[in-house]
């Protein structure tokens, strides 16, 4: 049973936001880029959320984001954070 965190974790949101942004980004992009680039992040990051949440956190976690983590995640995943 994942251990459960809730208001222990204030970053949960950001990485459940994370997670479906990397579930949409699999579907724009060709398979080798995906599997070269993203699966290994997207499998790190499920495997995270499968050891401290349930899928039914999550739509609660989501309603907990802000625009501006929002705009920080979408940023990094078009790689407007690279050096």
């Not at 290994?40 to 050891?51: K, P, S, Y």
């Not at 999550?58 to 983590?69: D, F, N, R, V, Y």
Request: hydrophobic residues 40%; charged residues 30%.
């Amino acid at each position: 049973m994942p251990q459960r965190f809730g208001d222990r974790a204030p970053h949960l949101p950001r990485i459940v936001y994370l997670f479906q942004s990397l579930q949409a980004l699999r579907s724009a992009v060709p398979a080798a880029v995906w599997t070269a680039d993203w699966e290994t992040h997207h499998r790190r990051v499920g495997d995270l959320l499968d050891q401290h949440t349930d899928p039914g956190q999550h739509p609660a976690l989501l309603a907990k984001l802000t625009g501006k983590e929002r705009d920080l995640i979408d940023r990094l995943l078009e790689r407007r954070l690279d050096p």
